[in-house]
C-alpha cells in the first residue's frame, strides 16, 4: 500500500473517531467542535476571503523573513568555518541562542520596532536564521579533505577552492538547512502574529479565541499543520532527496 493512501485512511479514521466521540459524549462545542463544524467554518472563512488574505499575508512575511534567513546564515555559516576566532566567540553565542525560543524574543521585538510588520519579520529571521547558519558551518567543516586535497595538487587554492570544492560540497547540508529553517521560520511567524495587528492566520486564530469561536481555531490550527506538511513533503524533501542523491549521498532505491 502506497504511503500516500495510507495517511489518507489514517486521517479519515481520525475524523471519523473524532466526530463520532464528539456526538457520543454529547461535547459542548464551545470547548471541542466536530469535524463538521470546523468543516463549515472553513468554508465560511474561505466563501468571505478572510482566511485567502490570512495566508497571502502569512506567506509574505514568511517568504520576506525566510529569503533574508537564509542569506544571512549563509554567510555567518562561512564565516564561522571559514574563521577560527569567529566560531570560538560568535559561534558560542549562536549555539546559545539556538536553545531560545523564538517566541521568547517577541517582546523585545515588539519593544523595538512596535507592534507591526518589522516586529514579527525580525521573528521569523532570528527563527530561521540560527538553524541555517549552524548547517552551513557544519557543511563547510565535513567537506572530505580528499577533495580539498586532489583540487589542491591541480592547483586550486583561496577563493578557487572554496567556490569549486568547498562551497558545492557543502550544499546537501545548506538545503537541509533551508528545510529545518522553514520549519522553525514557520513556526516562528505564528508565534509573532498571535501579538500582531493582522492580518495572518496567528492574528485571526488569536481573535477568534477571544470571541470563543473554537471551531474557527481549530479550523485555523489544521490550515497551519497541512501548510507546513504539505510545503515540507512536496517541496523541501523532494528537493533535499535530489540533492542528496546528485551528490551521491542517497539510493535511488
Known amino acids: 500500500m502506497r504511503p500516500t493512501i495510507k495517511r489518507i485512511i489514517f486521517v479519515v479514521l481520525i475524523l471519523a473517531g473524532w466526530q463520532g466521540a464528539?456526538?457520543?459524549f454529547g461535547v459542548s462545542p464551545a470547548l471541542m467542535p466536530a469535524p463538521t463544524d470546523v468543516f463549515d467554518a472553513l468554508v465560511t472563512g474561505f466563501a468571505d476571503k478572510t482566511l485567502i488574505y490570512d495566508i497571502i499575508a502569512s506567506f509574505r512575511r514568511?517568504?520576506?523573513g525566510l529569503?533574508?534567513?537564509?542569506?544571512?546564515?549563509?554567510g555567518l555559516g562561512i564565516l564561522l568555518a571559514k574563521n577560527k576566532t569567529a566560531d570560538e566567540t560568535l559561534g558560542t553565542l549562536i549555539l546559545a541562542l539556538q536553545s531560545v525560543p523564538s517566541i521568547v524574543w517577541l517582546p523585545i521585538a515588539i519593544m523595538w520596532f512596535g507592534l507591526n510588520e518589522k516586529a514579527v519579520t525580525f521573528i521569523v529571521i532570528l527563527g530561521a536564521t540560527l538553524v541555517m547558519t549552524i548547517n552551513m558551518r557544519i557543511g563547510i567543516k565535513n567537506v572530505s579533505p580528499l577533495y580539498i586535497k586532489a583540487a589542491q595538487t591541480m592547483?586550486?587554492?583561496g577563493w578557487d577552492l572554496f567556490i569549486k570544492i568547498i562551497f558545492p560540497a557543502s550544499v546537501p547540508y545548506a538545503v537541509t538547512g533551508a528545510r529545518l529553517g522553514w520549519a522553525f521560520a514557520w513556526r516562528a511567524l505564528m508565534a509573532g502574529e498571535i501579538l500582531s495587528t493582522g492580518p495572518g492566520l496567528?492574528?485571526?486564530?488569536?481573535?477568534?479565541?477571544?470571541?470563543?469561536n473554537m471551531k474557527l481555531v481549530i479550523g485555523i490550527m489544521i490550515i497551519i499543520?497541512?501548510?507546513?506538511?504539505?510545503?515540507?513533503?512536496v517541496f523541501f524533501q523532494r528537493v533535499e532527496r535530489n540533492v542528496l542523491r546528485r551528490w551521491g549521498l542517497e539510493t535511488n532505491n
Open 22 to 24: 464528539v456526538r457520543i
Open 62 to 64: 514568511l517568504a520576506i
Open 67 to 74: 529569503v533574508i534567513a537564509i542569506v544571512l546564515g549563509v
Open 155 to 157: 592547483g586550486s587554492k
Open 202 to 212: 496567528g492574528y485571526t486564530l488569536k481573535y477568534a479565541s477571544d470571541f470563543g
Open 225 to 233: 499543520g497541512v501548510i507546513g506538511t504539505i510545503v515540507d513533503i
